[in-house]
């Protein structure tokens, strides 16, 4: 095999990360701190539909660092967020959900933070668990969120064992 073979692999896993990061949609923003050079201080807001779970949004708000470093995507965004999830349409699931993992995570420093978005499943109460945390690779972050999303009882929540 040709050594630019597995190149491109990884390239199309990378790419497919990306637009799962790319599914969010912003929502609004306002201005907290005033810049003269770069964009302001912000706290934005972004919806995230929930890729294995049709009927359910989540809103995460988060602060957005500006700045020189902001504008050139250097600036180390803050860890606290607030997360609300709700459902917006029928609730139906795609395909069975693991008792607990990802749906979202977006890079908020260059290189060693990340915002990230869990989903848990209760199953005695016919709940998802939506829970948000801003994580560092060296440290992590007590800074957290979390929002429930009830689950109708005709409706069973299918648990990947």
């Known amino acids: 095999m040709k050594p630019h073979c597995h190149i491109l692999p990884a390239l199309a896993l990378a790419l497919a990360a990306a637009a799962v990061a790319a599914h969010a949609e912003q929502i609004g923003e306002v201005d907290t701190v005033f810049k003269l050079i770069g964009p302001d201080h912000k706290i934005v807001v972004d919806a995230h539909d929930d890729p294995k779970v049709t009927g359910v949004t989540c809103y995460v708000s988060r602060a957005k660092t500006g700045g020189i ?25 795609r395909e069975p959900v693991k008792p607990q993992e990802e749906m979202f995570s977006e890079r908020t420093s260059f290189i060693f933070k990340r915002l990230q978005v869990v989903r848990m499943v209760d199953p005695q109460r016919n709940v998802l668990v939506y829970l948000t945390y801003s994580d560092r690779v ?10 429930v999303v009830p689950v109708d009882r005709a409706t069973p929540i299918p648990v990947k064992r």
């Open 138 to 147: 060296i440290e992590g972050s007590p800074q957290n969120s979390v929002t």
């Open 69 to 93: 470093k902001g504008a050139l995507g250097v600036a180390e965004d803050r860890s606290e967020a607030s997360i609300a999830c709700r459902q917006v349409g029928p609730i139906a699931f």
